[in-house]
């Protein structure tokens, strides 16, 4: 079982949410009941749907992580998948992300951007090959 299948099962069972099809096309999704929060687009990589002024409040911690990358604009996280606490770590930010529309709600209402896996902001693996 990967990790992202783990956290993937894991979501599963939470009350307040379902697996759905990403509205990116690529992967699997979990939404709660304002829409989707998680994306799962690969055995590693992982788009979570943050508010602006959540990813703004945690910026600093979050930066400190190797295991998420913060897309400047957009309200979505991507965190690579790499070790049992990384998905501890997911887990947790979900816990957040299901609690930011009331704690840092977005006051401009607006609908949430793409998630970062259309921008090209995911993971590079480098290529060691020829070292």
Known sequence: MTLASRAL?????????TETVPSCGLG????SAQGEIVHFHSE???DLLLTDRAVRRFAKDLKD???IR???GSPWVTLRLDA?????LLLTLVSVALQAPQTWPDPADRPPAACNDQRG????KADLRGM
């Open 70 to 72: 913060i897309v400047r």
């Open 44 to 46: 590693r990589d992982v």
């Open 9 to 17: 099962a894991q979501l599963a069972t939470w009350p307040d949410l």
């Open 65 to 67: 992580s190797g295991a």
């Open 84 to 88: 049992a606490s990384d998905v501890d």
């Open 28 to 31: 699997q999704a979990v939404s």
């Open 121 to 124: 902001a995911g993971f590079v």
